[in-house]
């Protein structure tokens, strides 16, 4: 919701998937290849053995970014690294639900300075 709010005033529409099964986000992805100017994605679970989600955002023409509600890097030892994040290109973590908005603008902004070029 905050997202959807968010997102007039970045004057951008936004395509959201929830999803815990990692071929549905992988579709997703592949469906909107075409059409998005840039993603968001939180893998949770995925983060540390999603190979089939990495790939995917390897082959997105568009810029990615990687959100964790929590800071991984205050967790659990071995969640502490992503498969993900040499895939993306960067990551927002540990701001709760303003890691979600941080991310939107950051990738708005990237995509944006990319359409100038």
Do not use: C
């Not at 190979?51 to 990687?66: G, Q, T």
């Amino acid at each position: 919701d905050k997202l959807q709010a968010l997102a007039p005033e970045l004057k951008v529409e936004l395509e959201i998937l929830q999803s815990n099964h990692e071929g549905e986000l992988v579709d997703f992805l592949h469906k909107n290849m075409d059409s998005a100017a840039g993603g968001i994605v939180n893998p949770a679970g995925l983060t540390q053995h999603g190979v089939s989600l990495d790939d995917a955002i390897k082959a997105m023409p568009f810029p990615v970014a990687e959100v964790h509600m929590p800071n991984i890097a205050a967790r659990e030892e071995w969640r502490h690294h992503s498969i993900i994040s040499s895939a993306v290109k960067g990551t927002v973590q540990g701001f709760g639900w303003r890691s979600y908005a941080n991310a939107l603008r950051a990738i708005v902004d990237i995509a944006r300075e990319a359409k100038k070029t």
